[in-house]
């Protein structure tokens, strides 16, 4: 049974970090495209990053890039997102998902299979 548990959220100031984690079983995490999405309170959700399946590319909203960092760790079926400088604008429930395709892309809606997702709180 393919199964995504999302973990990592919490509360944290601004400029802080905090580290996201997509762990997966029944299926090997590898083969396919992973995104972390976002959801904030009145918006719609927006994808934030993405990695390819297969040492495939990775790609990041504009509004991230530079300051996260998306990697998978094979050995673990797991897939992290690295959040560095956090502003209060990261704020939102953080999913997983996992599309059947290779090539990551931010269209919600192509995507699976999802996490059940974690808060992120980025406040003095």
């Known amino acids: 049974q393919l199964q995504l548990v999302d973990s990592g959220g919490g509360l944290v100031q601004p400029g802080g970090s905090l580290r996201l984690s997509c762990a997966a079983s029944g299926f090997t995490l590898d083969d396919y495209a992973i995104a972390w999405f976002r959801q904030a309170p009145g918006k719609e959700r927006e994808g934030v990053s993405c990695?390819?399946?297969?040492?495939?590319?990775?790609n990041y909203a504009n509004s991230v890039k530079g300051r996260f960092t998306i990697s998978r760790d094979n050995a673990k079926n797991t897939v992290y997102l690295q959040m560095n400088s956090l502003k209060p604008e990261d704020t939102g429930v953080y999913y997983c998902?996992?599309?059947?395709?290779?090539?990551?892309?931010?269209?919600?809606?192509?995507?699976?299979?999802w996490g059940q997702g974690t808060q992120v709180t980025v406040s003095s």
């Open positions: 990695i390819s399946g297969s040492g495939g590319p990775t």
């Open positions: 998902a996992v599309g059947r395709f290779r090539l990551c892309v931010f269209r919600w809606a192509s995507y699976d299979d």
